[in-house]
């Protein structure tokens, strides 16, 4: 399994952007997907988007289709998620996993964060 540490969390304005970071380390072999995922209290943890390290495909959620941008730089072993227009509903702690599969689903993943805490105020 890899390590990862997500970064980059804070307290902002509706309309705001953040941009979020992950920082892997160990076995970053058994992680051919990253992705984003974010929980809401009292929600199921709920797909945000991902990236293949191979080739850099992508895939997103609907919630955050249009908004939000996941990237990676492979020589630093970091993915980073580019939030802009940020909206009230879009508070969560934000997860950043790592698995083999292409896959929207928590389970598919092996490797997690411990989360970063995004508030976003009306």
């Known amino acids: 399994q890899a390590q990862l540490v997500e970064s980059g969390g804070g307290l902002v304005q509706a309309g705001d952007s953040l941009r979020l970071s992950c920082a892997a380390s160990g076995r970053i072999f058994s992680s051919r997907v990253m992705a984003w995922f974010r929980q809401a209290p009292g929600k199921e943890r709920e797909f945000v988007a991902l990236i293949r390290w191979s080739n850099g495909r992508t895939l997103y959620g609907d919630s955050v289709k249009g908004r939000f941008t996941i990237s990676k730089d492979s020589a630093q072993n970091r993915v980073y998620l580019q939030m802009n227009t940020l909206k009230p509903e879009d508070t969560a702690v934000y997860y950043c996993?790592?698995?083999?599969?292409?896959?929207?689903?928590?389970?598919?993943?092996?490797?997690w964060g411990q989360g970063t805490q995004v508030t976003v105020s009306s």
């Open positions: 996993a790592g698995g083999i599969q292409w896959s929207r689903y928590p389970n598919d993943y092996d490797s």
